[in-house]
């Protein structure tokens, strides 16, 4: 079978048509840019207008609700009498005493650490790692919490430590000796 021979496309612009293409081009460039400035001219001041067509889930993360501002209310200014004190706010931050306070009592949170081993599905898969956790002579706690996202889930925890590095430690020798833990240590308020 012989190959067909296909000719080559060619494109001639004489001057004439090489300066229309050009004056073409220019002009959609210039209408686009217009465009564009049109459509994002209020997008920050507006964002309401430019989600009409979004749905809703994407609208609530784009638009903000507005929130109620309340009303304040004008003061009439009076002629303050010789001899009458001006009244003061009965607003007072309280924060700064609070505070010192602490300072001067001595009353300092105290932490305590946790250690959550890990956290299963399963209740057998949490009950056979917290009876290993006991022939290592621990002492290990099951938790169970539910979770809107993912369900119920079974955590193993190990202890109250009184600091950081004594929970890190025991982390550590816990790691050391089950494979393939990583533990987690949880800071709590006494």
Do not use: H
Request: proline share 4%; charged share 35%; with cysteine.
């Amino acid at each position: 079978m012989e190959s067909r021979k296909t000719g080559d496309f060619e494109f001639k612009l004489g001057k004439f048509g090489l300066v229309l293409f050009t004056l073409a081009v220019s002009l959609l460039l210039l209408f686009s840019f217009i465009f564009g400035v049109i459509v994002g001219k209020n997008i920050e001041s507006y964002p309401e207008k430019i989600v009409r067509g979004i749905p809703n889930t994407i609208k609530k993360k784009i638009t903000r609700e507005k929130e109620p501002v309340p009303e304040i209310k004008e003061q009439k200014k009076t002629a303050q009498r010789p001899g009458e004190e001006k009244k003061k706010d009965e607003f007072k931050l309280t924060f700064y005493d609070t505070l010192t306070d602490k300072a001067k009592t001595g009353t300092v949170e105290k932490y305590i650490y946790t250690i959550q081993v890990a956290s299963f599905r399963e209740r057998e898969k949490t009950e056979a790692l917290a009876s290993r956790l006991r022939k290592m002579k621990l002492s290990p706690t099951i938790d169970k919490i539910k979770l809107a996202s993912s369900g119920t889930w079974f955590r193993v925890k190990l202890g109250d430590f009184p600091s950081y590095d004594a929970a890190k430690k025991k982390s550590k020798f816990v790691e050391s000796r089950i494979r393939g833990l990583k533990c987690l240590i949880i800071k709590n308020t006494r």
